[in-house]
Structures are given as structure tokens and as C-alpha cells.
């Protein structure tokens, strides 16, 4: 029974460590924490547009210009959702290639003139 535990605990180590590690690779590979999450480097900031505030939090919609290692495939732009409140903060990555963020801007303007 002793070494069924000890087989365990280093096969938890491992897929632990294992996802750690694929974690930090993306992050220093992507030049940062933004970067590993959309899977390219930041190069900039394009527009940073504050929401009306709902309740207790703040609502923040940006728009990153990214880097990607291959040009030809992407992802080149990406949207950043950003939510804060009180005691909670939460950043959500949207990583579009250009003919995505294309498509995307055209249903923004179509239900923006409905």
C-alpha cells in the first residue's frame, strides 16, 4: 500500500509541474504574463476605453496590437476585457487574427446602426 502512495504523489508532482512549467515557457516565450495569455507579445496598446460603471466595478475594454512569431497565421490584434471591483479583479484575453478582427469591427458598426 506504502508504494501506491509514493507512485501517487510523483505522478501528481509530475502533471503539477509539468503544467506549471508549460505555463512559465508560454510567459517568458511571449514576453510576459500578457503576452503567454494571448499567445504573442504585446506590442502596444492601440485604445483603452472605460465602460459605464455597473454596480461596484469598473468595466476597462482594450485593444493590444500584437507581435506574432509567424505574421502569416497570427493572432495580431487582441481585445483585453478587464473587470474590477471592490475585492476582485479579473482580465479576460481575446486574441483575434486580422480577418477576425475585420469581421468583428463590421458586427460591431452593423449593431451600433440598428
Known amino acids: 500500500m506504502e508504494i501506491l502512495g509514493v507512485i501517487f504523489v510523483v505522478a501528481f508532482l ?3 509541474f509539468g503544467v506549471l512549467g508549460s505555463i512559465l515557457w508560454r510567459v517568458v516565450r511571449h514576453g510576459g504574463l500578457r503576452g503567454g495569455l494571448y499567445g504573442a507579445p504585446v506590442g502596444r496598446t492601440l485604445a483603452e476605453m472605460p465602460l459605464r460603471k455597473r454596480g461596484v466595478g469598473k468595466q ?4 493590444q496590437l ?3 512569431q509567424e505574421p502569416s497565421e497570427g493572432p495580431h ?3 483585453e476585457l478587464e473587470f474590477r471591483s471592490f475585492a476582485s479583479w479579473s482580465l ?3 486574441a483575434l487574427t486580422r480577418e477576425e478582427a475585420r469581421k468583428l469591427g463590421e458586427w460591431l458598426v452593423k449593431a451600433a446602426g440598428e
Open 14 to 16: 509530475a502533471v503539477w
Open 60 to 63: 476597462t475594454i482594450r485593444v
Open 66 to 68: 500584437l507581435r506574432p
Open 77 to 79: 490584434v487582441g481585445l
Open 92 to 94: 479576460r484575453p481575446v
